[in-house]
């Protein structure tokens, strides 16, 4: 199945529970090979 959360496109396969989420192209810009985001926030 495909749905939103969020605003974050996941797919999860109900037959044997894989997951996988689309990062947002904005987010994959900004991180770093070194490193891991751990939570974007909008004041």
Do not use: W
């Not at 605003?7 to 070194?34: G, M």
Request: glycine content about 2%.
């Amino acid at each position: 199945m495909l749905y939103f959360e969020h605003n974050v496109e996941k797919l999860a396969c109900v037959k044997c529970d894989f997951k996988e989420t689309q990062t947002d192209p904005k987010v994959a810009a900004a991180t770093r090979p070194s490193e891991s985001v751990i939570g974007i926030f909008k004041p």
